[in-house]
């Protein structure tokens, strides 16, 4: 049963950054799991902010967020991360990781989220 487990979050002042990680366990195999990074605003529906590849290549970000983040994996860890820069406060929300196993369209596997607040 993998088990994903964020941190990282926090209030920050607009312009400001944070880097977000993900720590999974429970995998069979975690390097044949994309990963991704969603957010949920207030008031807003979920929405996919980036997502990695096996290969550890960044295969999709929000169109509001390219330039400023950036996602990265470590294998050893089971880790991923999400960095953020120049933060807005359009970016605060409720982040939560997810996996999905062998690059399935959907997501199998999620954490319980992490709060990023922009002020």
């Known amino acids: 049963h993998v088990q994903l487990v964020e941190s990282g979050g926090g209030s920050v002042q607009t312009g400001g950054s944070l880097k977000l990680s993900c720590t999974g366990s429970?995998?069979?195999?975690?390097?044949?799991?994309?990963m991704g990074w969603l957010r949920q605003g207030p008031g807003k529906a979920r929405e996919a902010v980036a997502h990695?590849?096996?290969?550890?290549?960044?295969?999709y970000f929000l169109d509001s967020v390219k330039g400023r983040f950036t996602i990265s994996r470590n294998y050893a860890e089971r880790t991923v991360f999400l960095q953020m820069d120049s933060l807005k406060p359009e970016d605060a929300g409720t982040y939560t990781c997810?996996?999905?196993?062998?690059?399935?369209?959907?997501?199998?596997?999620w954490g319980q989220g992490t709060q990023v607040t922009v002020s």
């Open positions: 990695i590849g096996t290969s550890g290549s960044p295969m």
């Open positions: 429970g995998y069979i195999h975690y390097d044949r799991h994309c």
């Open positions: 997810a996996a999905a196993a062998k690059c399935r369209p959907e997501y199998n596997y």
